[in-house]
């Protein structure tokens, strides 16, 4: 009989004592299988779900079936069926990477004969068999992470947990794990939970988002509807000078919606209005800006719309990666 490898949330709350509720009351479903977005500012809940379904904070009130095993009273059987990299890494600088992985398969109950062969699997799937034996104080940042992703892949779990992993990664570090993960999907079946600030991850990697403000769910589907229900383009201009921010502001005001960019001025285009018609104006007033783009729509745009500002991590990305899946 197969796995569940689901994940079910039903009004799930997480309320620290004199303070706001982290988690307000979210539903969620997860499909086995599929890669499941997460996506939030810094203090919207994301990693706190995060600990309530890996078992390691009881939820307030609500319900969670992870695997389906109940968070509340079957924490065991839980953890059995998942794997969990947090956003901490909890590595021994001493340790080699072979050492971790060791000790990881005999607390995994890996049996004997399994253990050094699924050892040099994890390294290779991670690109760390080079590196194996080199003690983790002189890994950089990407290696401790691939590091922590095979920990949490030893006894080949179901479902996996990802809180924010490629957080400070250089791209090629991000991208050789994004390729991992789409992998673990696809040809393995795994379930991904992953929580992420950057847009750029979760429309390359994930079959469906949510997105997470202030401890509710504001918006969830494909990345592909998220952004088709904005719909329409927005015109992003940068000023040559601070001075000329509030002509620009009220130029572009007739042509669209105002955005609460915090990196340069922008409207959401209303129908019938276009680029063209935004430099004509320009030309006419003779307004001169810095730059001025076109820019389709995006899950920033979808994220600015839904909660009125950017998300943290979009202002890291600059350029766009290739579909790894």
Known sequence: ??????????????EFRKGPRA???????????????????????????????????????????????????????????????????????????????????????????????????????????????????????????????ALALVHRPSILFLDEPTTGLDPQSRTALWEEVARLAREDNVT????????????????????????????????????AEIGRPSIHVTPVRDDDRSVITELLGRFGEPLGSERDLAVRLR??????????????DGVVVDDIELRAPTLDDVFLAKTGRTLEGAAAEKTVAPSVR
């Open 1 to 14: 009989m197969a796995r569940d490898n689901s994940i079910v949330v039903e009004k799930l709350v997480r």
């Open 23 to 149: 988690v307000d009351g979210i539903d969620l479903h997860v499909a086995p299988g599929e890669i499941y977005g997460f996506l939030g500012p810094n203090g919207a809940g994301k990693s706190t779900t995060v600990l309530m379904l890996t078992t390691l904070l009881p939820a307030t009130t609500g319900s969670a079936r992870v695997g389906g095993y109940d968070i509340r009273t079957e924490g065991p059987k839980v953890r059995s069926v998942i794997g969990a990299a947090l956003q901490e890494a909890a590595l021994d600088p001493l340790l080699t990477g072979r050492d971790h992985l060791k000790l990881q398969t005999m607390l995994q109950a890996v049996p004997k004969a399994e253990r050094k062969p699924r050892q040099n699997e994890l390294l290779d799937r991670v690109g760390l068999t080079e590196a194996a034996d080199r003690k983790v104080r002189g890994y950089s940042g990407g290696m401790k992470r691939r590091l922590d992703l």
């Open 192 to 227: 991904v939970f992953l929580t992420t600030q950057y847009l750029e991850e979760a429309d390359v990697l994930a079959d469906r988002v949510g997105i997470i403000d202030n401890g509710r769910i504001v918006a969830e589907g494909t990345p592909a509807a998220l952004k």
């Open 271 to 284: 129908e019938g209005s276009g680029l063209v018609d935004v430099i004509r104006a320009m030309d006419a």
